[in-house]
């Protein structure tokens, strides 16, 4: 949020001989900024830089970059004959360039913010009753309606949270970064904090770890551990290493017990802040997008410095925001905790999260 400190993993930044995280001067370019303070005799400090875009590549690359559909969803359109390029029906695999004409169901899409590759990240704290697409047939409320404007890139999504889970939701405006953490190769986890009512015993806990048969193949939990609660209600964080639809629940629902609360509080490396209140988002900062930029294999890039008004207008925007007052508002995540009370600073880590193979571990603190 623009009130608060910049994101940081809670020691001071090391400086830099290079001065390569020094936010250039020069926001639409920082080469001639850095070209201007490298002195002589010294090798010139690394820049990061927006990565303009040049030949023809996979339309679903493009399409996704420019944040008009993921590139399932984009593959879908031309399975379906929806998509034309120039007036012609495309399949997977046929490569075009910002300059072609795209329309789905003959409405002309607007591609033009995949001319140049922007990398943004920002964590929102999703509340129950809002859903993770741009627009909603029946109107309901979108994670999209509280996020800061963009001029001329569009936020993606990574991932889908449904209509009654809560918790963290990443945003993007790289298409090809979403993607990456997206897609189920790169064996990112996701942490959730879920309450139960039923019995829960060993061999479920133990069934579900080692894989049940659901309606569109075998799922499992990667790791599961006891969280707290008694009797009928209890909480236990789990964590996958995909994303399908409503799959947290299907396992529960699976073994004849019913979710009665979930919480998404960690994607890969990046934890849900108990900063962050419910309905309000946050930017990563260079260090934060450069790690996950590095998970899924993608080199560094220039996060944007804000002007002055830019910070201003998304303060503003913020305090705006209707307040939400649904049952999320009313805990961190944690069963039977106070909001906020003892709750797990946002961290990040320089690699992936070690996954316990089996072992349930002992904090009981994140979301």
Do not use: C
């Not at 920002?122 to 697409?133: A, D, H, Q, R």
């Not at 963290?168 to 904090?193: C, K, W």
């Not at 069963?335 to 992936?352: F, I, L, M």
């Amino acid at each position: 949020m623009a009130s608060e400190r910049p994101w940081t993993t809670g020691k001071p930044a090391a400086k830099s001989a290079s001065n390569a995280n020094k936010p250039s001067a020069n926001r639409r370019n920082p080469a001639k900024s850095s070209a201007k303070t490298a002195k002589p005799g010294k090798p010139a400090p690394e820049v990061l830089a927006t990565l303009p875009v040049g030949g023809p590549e996979r339309i679903q690359k493009l399409l996704a970059r420019a944040g008009v559909g993921s590139r399932r969803e984009i593959e879908g359109w031309m399975d379906a004959g929806r998509l034309l390029v120039n007036g012609k029906p495309v399949t997977p695999g046929q490569k075009a360039t910002v300059s072609d004409v795209f329309e789905l169901d003959g409405k002309r899409l607007d591609v033009a913010a995949a001319a140049e590759v922007l990398r943004r990240v920002l964590i929102y704290n999703k509340p129950e009753g809002e859903v993770t697409t741009r627009k909603d047939p029946e109107g309901r409320p979108t994670v999209f309606d509280r996020l800061p404007r963009l001029r001329e890139h569009r936020w993606i999504s990574i991932g889908r949270l449904d209509l009654n889970t809560t918790g963290l939701v990443m945003f993007t405006t790289d298409g090809e970064l979403a993607n990456r953490l997206m897609h189920p190769s790169s064996q990112i986890d996701r942490e959730y904090a879920v309450r139960i009512f039923g019995e829960v015993d060993d061999a479920m806990v133990e069934r579900l770890r080692t894989g049940v048969t659901l309606e569109d193949g075998e799922a499992k939990f990667s790791d599961i551990s006891a969280a707290g609660g008694t009797g009928m209600n209890r909480w236990f964080h789990v964590t996958l290493l995909e994303g399908r639809n409503r799959e947290v629940r299907r396992l529960w629902e699976s073994q004849g017990v019913r979710v009665s609360r979930l919480k998404r509080v960690r994607y890969g490396s990046i934890f849900l802040p108990s900063r962050l209140t419910v309905g309000k988002w946050e930017e990563l900062d260079q260090k934060a997008v450069d790690l996950l930029s590095r998970t899924v294999g993608l080199a560094k890039m220039a996060v944007p410095q804000q002007t002055p008004d830019e910070a201003a207008a998304q303060a503003r925007q913020q305090r705006k925001a209707a307040p939400v007052t649904n049952r999320s508002n009313r805990a961190a995540g944690s069963p039977g905790s106070k909001a906020g009370q003892g709750a797990r600073k946002w961290a990040v880590a320089d690699s992936k999260p070690q996954r316990s193979g089996g072992k349930a571990r002992t904090d009981k603190t994140r979301g």
